[in-house]
């Protein structure tokens, strides 16, 4: 893990640069069925009810990546499941900051009584299936033909992570 990296919990004004991370994802088509690039508006949208944590380099404090955890249902017995995406800026890929992110989100997660993480991820996302695996997330099952993207129907791993300490 690169030592000039750190996460701290993301703000309002992170909006503009988390939207830039996720249309890039989205242009790459490796991590999402969404196909339409979001607006910072949307984004910001996000903080009224979804944790957010960014990894950024120490010097110039760019946001190089982030790790959210949406609400996975309204339902009241799931509420204490968070369903996560994480986004690296595509030129800070491969060096730890995904790791970092998640880890960072994690902590909360933890702290914030959450019992379960979880989310899905395409079979050929290697990157995203290794960085959930050293996050200690496990495979689950496979949705099979989950969504179409550019038309074409896709299968999903879903990953999860229980946090037993959050059971009772
Ligand atoms: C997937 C993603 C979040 C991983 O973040 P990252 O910062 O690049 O990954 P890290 O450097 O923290 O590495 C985490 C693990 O992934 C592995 N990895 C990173 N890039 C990889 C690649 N291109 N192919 C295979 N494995 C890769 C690393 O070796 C490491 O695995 P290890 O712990 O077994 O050594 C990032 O590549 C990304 O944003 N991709 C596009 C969007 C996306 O797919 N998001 C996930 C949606 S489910």
Redesign the pocket.
């Known amino acids: 893990m690169t030592a000039a990296l750190r996460a701290r919990p993301a703000t309002l004004p992170d909006a503009a640069a988390i939207t830039h991370?996720y249309n890039?994802?989205i242009e790459?088509r490796?991590?999402?069925f969404e196909t339409t690039p979001r607006t910072v508006d949307q984004i910001e949208a996000w903080f009224a009810h979804a944790p957010a944590f960014v990894a950024v380099e120490d010097g110039d404090g760019q946001v190089l990546?982030y790790a959210v955890a949406h609400p996975y249902s309204d339902r009241c017995c799931y509420q204490g499941i968070g369903e996560f995406?994480?986004?690296?800026r595509r030129e800070?890929?491969?060096?730890?900051?995904?790791?970092?992110a998640m880890a960072a989100l994690i902590e909360h997660a933890k702290a914030a009584g959450l019992w379960k993480l979880m989310?899905?991820?395409?079979p050929e996302?290697?990157?995203?299936l290794?960085?959930m695996?050293?996050s200690g997330f496990e495979e689950i099952g496979v949705h099979r033909k989950h969504g179409k993207l550019d038309g074409v129907w896709r299968d999903c791993v879903i990953v999860e992570r229980v946090f037993p300490e959050n059971l009772d």
């Open positions: 991370i890039q994802g790459d490796i991590g999402t990546g995406s994480v986004y690296i800070a890929r491969g060096r730890g900051v995904g790791r970092m989310s899905r991820v395409f996302n290697r990157a995203s290794a960085l695996a050293w």
